[in-house]
């Protein structure tokens, strides 16, 4: 398995991106990718079941103390705000919401550059607040490689945008240049 983790995190408009950019990884991608995308709890189909659908990788939806593994696309279950412990698996937790969401992508973020550090690769997508930009912060503090979605190529760009803007993102990128960043990462595995 790879020293690189990928955590996306995304709001309203990153479903098609992330369908982008899982689409276009070959199935020996040896990078672990979590993603958290808000989502509401009444949905029939889960986010895990539409990125399955468009990916060569495997992808689950977390489950608490899931453990981490290569080739795979972990997805934040709704309704939990979802953790990374010791380098080794996730953790769920039912904390009050964070910019009105369960998952919170600043959680994710925030957990991801204490535990993986210069190793954390964090993007944040299209959106619709704020959330995300504090924990893509920290991920740059901590030494990752943070990369905001262009905000012209965003469906919704205040997400990405609060990134640039708090100057978190070392990188500002579509996401064909994030696939090809990804496959940079991969080919360095």
């Known amino acids: 398995m790879s020293d690189y983790q990928v955590f996306i995190g995304g709001s309203a408009g990153s479903i098609a991106p992330v369908i982008t950019i899982l689409s276009s990884l070959p199935a020996d991608f040896n990078l672990t990718i979590t993603i958290v995308i808000h989502s509401g709890t009444d949905s029939k189909v889960s986010i895990s079941e539409i990125l399955a659908n468009h990916s060569a990788l495997t992808v689950i939806e977390i489950i608490d103390k899931e453990q981490f593994n290569p080739n795979t696309v972990y997805v934040a279950p709704s309704g939990y705000h979802l953790y990374v412990e010791n380098k080794h698996h996730f953790s769920l937790s039912v904390d009050r919401k964070e910019y009105y ?89």
Do not use: W
């Not at 959680?107 to 607040?129: D, K, M, P, Q, R």
């Open 101 to 189: 969401s369960r998952p919170a992508i600043n959680v994710t973020f925030s957990s991801a550059a204490e535990a993986f550090g210069e190793y954390c690769i964090a993007i944040l997508l299209s959106g619709a607040n704020e959330d995300g930009a504090e924990g893509l912060l920290k991920v740059k503090r901590h030494g990752g490689i943070t990369i905001a979605q262009s905000p012209k190529s965003s469906q919704v760009d205040i997400m990405p945008q609060s990134a640039i803007d708090n100057r978190a993102a070392n990188k500002i990128l579509s996401p064909k240049e994030i696939i090809s960043l990804l496959l940079e990462y991969n080919d360095l595995a």
